[in-house]
Each structure stands twice: as C-alpha cells, then as structure tokens.
C-alpha cells in the first residue's frame, strides 16, 4: 500500500467472513456455512492475518470496526496480537473508538480483552446469539462483572445492542457499574422488567445524551415452564393474575424457588410499570442530558447512516408479552383481531382482569405526554433556557 495512502487511513473494518459464493452477500446465513472450510485453509487464514497486519503502518488510525460473522475468537486473537505489534511502531496514533459489531455471546479470553480494549473510550457493541436469538445466561453478567469495568473509567460513549436481550432469560443489570465520564449511552432492543433494572441507567449523572431504539417494557409473563427457576427471572413487583386454563402439564410445573421470590407459580404475572414513568424518571434524573431519542429504527440506520424506508411511529410495539418461551406484541390486540386469546382459551373478550388487549392504545396519551414533556425539556437545555 502506498505510504501516502496509509497515513491517510483513520478507519479500518475488519470482516471476518469472507464473501459467499452462493449469492454475493458477506456474513449472511449461507456464508456462515461455508467459512469454516474458509478457516480452515492456510491461504486464507495467512491472507487474512497479512492482511489485518497492515493496520501496523496507519500511522493516524483512530477507529476499528470489527464484523465478525463467524470464527470470532480466532479472528479476535489476530486483531488483538496485530495491536499489540502495532503500538511498538512509532509515532502512531491511539486508537480510542472500538465498534464490535456481531460480537458473539461468549466470554472472551484475557489475552484478548487486554489488547483489544487497552485505551478504548467510545464502545459500541452489537451482540450475536448462538441459540436461536436467544442470549446466554452467563454473558449478561460477563458483560457487566468483566468485560464493562475494564473500560468504564474511561468511557465517553457506550452502544449496547442486541435481540430482545436484558430481561428473559437473564437480566441485564449494570447496578454495579460507574462511568464517571460518560457523555452517550445507546440501547437497542433493551427489554425492561422492572423500574429498579432501569436504575443503572438513571445512575449516569454525567450523561448529555441518551439514545434508545426499540426499547420495551414487559407488561404480562407467563411462567409455564421449568426454565424460570434455572433461569432465576426477578419477577419483583409483578402481580398474579387470575388463574389460566392454558395445559401447562402442572406435573412439571409446580411452586418454583428463586432468588427473588419465595415461589413463583405457574400462570400470568403483570407489570404496571409503564413508559410514562420512565420518561418522567429520566426527565427528573438526569439533570445533564441535552439529547434524547426514543425511536423505532435499526442499527443500519442509527449508528451506519442508512436511511430508514419504513417511517414507523416512535411508540409502536413499545410493550411485550412473554409467552411459551418468545417475546410477542400480539396480545395487545382486541380479541375480535387477534385469534390467539381465544384459540388457547385464555380469554373470551377484553375485560378479563389483567387483560393485555388494548393496553397499548389505553397508555398512548399518558406516554406520549411524558416523551414529549421530555422532549421539550432537553429542547430547552439545548438552548440554555
């Protein structure tokens, strides 16, 4: 590469996959069935590595991407070992911004971790599932015991992105974390339990800047299955409901002992935490945020600069329902629109107590108030009113 050329770079993404050569698409379904026959050749892994090594003489490089569809932690240990190399040349720059987009849901190792986050001060994360979109148990505390607190004293902005992730089937609580000097925090996809599950968040006094995309509150849960007591889910504050006719072969599914509640039996469970409280408490906590964003786009848009085509409204499919073990936003439609209450035989109209039918049309004014109450507030900010 031409010397000329190499000092201009300030930004560098690596892909770990090479193209599919079933359809031109990098990193897709297809592709992933493939590189591993890719890896597995000493062409393409010597080709890869030389190719990550040229980082070493970008000399003003201050970003890497890394979007690593598959084989991460070999590809992580290459990338970490290239950084350990290139801080030993000369008169280059500190790469202070690390975006991990794909990032799979397993600890990462030390010898990784040490090199690839040494200086880091903007983090962006995008979390990869490995068992069918849903997210290992043991990460989310990895995330917040280990992997976070080797870079929170110094972060000035943080992206944490994933699918229907931080509430079922394990809680992402960053109770136990500070960042000190944090500016921006980003959230895609969070899913709230609980008001105090939110409290980590409301804690970041230094925060000018909060953006959340396709954020929801849980409303009602079923607990039907033996997995709630492994999976140690804090229904806190959560009501019993009426009792459901749903099969759910009581033989497996009796009282359930869990760190948070004495027993937690099979049936419905309803939150009556609501969008409006939270936007009141972010309003009322953060007395240094001058930007927030509650919106319904995805990362290509948010944090890539792609258009959003699809144009949906800010509060659409603002609250979830867990049910047979997914997330869904059906049970919010009447019963004369949705087939599904009636069809497991739930429910035979809308006035069953605790009844998800229509909740989130009945909350829209008392939410819509609260965002743009807020709204005005950080308007007002941003103008020194």
Known sequence: MNNSIEAAVRRVTIEATPWSHFDGYGGNSLAVLTVLDFWGSPAYSTAFTVAVRRICYMPNLKSLTYEP???????????????????????????????????EDTPLSTHVTDNLFRNIERLHIK???SDEQRERPQFARYLSGTLLPLVSDRLVELTLAGHLWGAIPVEFNGKSLSFPLLKSLTLDDYVVLRQDQFDWVLGQ???????LYNCRIATHCLVDESD????????????????????MDQSNH???????????????YTND?????????????LPELHNFTFERVGWASYFEGSPD??????????????YDGYWDTAWYKPVTENGVWTE?????????????AGLDTRTEPADRQALEKLMEVTRKRREGK
């Open 69 to 103: 569809p598959a084989t991460r932690e070999r590809a992580l240990e290459i990338i970490s070992q290239t950084l350990e190399v290139r801080r030993l040349h000369p008169n280059t720059s500190i790469i202070r911004e690390l975006v991990l987009y794909g990032l």
């Open 127 to 129: 979390v990869a599932y």
């Open 205 to 211: 006094r230094s925060l000018s800047s909060l953006r």
């Open 228 to 247: 709630f007591e492994d999976w140690s889910v804090n229904l806190n504050g959560w009501k019993k409901t009426f009792d459901t006719p749903i099969d």
């Open 254 to 268: 009796g009282f359930m002992s869990t760190p948070y509640l004495e027993s937690l039996q099979p049936g419905w």
């Open 273 to 285: 935490l609501r969008w409006s409280n939270l936007f009141d408490r972010v309003r009322e906590n």
């Open 309 to 322: 085509v699809i144009g949906l409204d800010e509060l659409f499919e603002r609250y979830l329902t867990f």
């Open 344 to 356: 497991i035989g739930w429910v035979k109209d809308d006035s069953v107590p605790g009844c998800a």
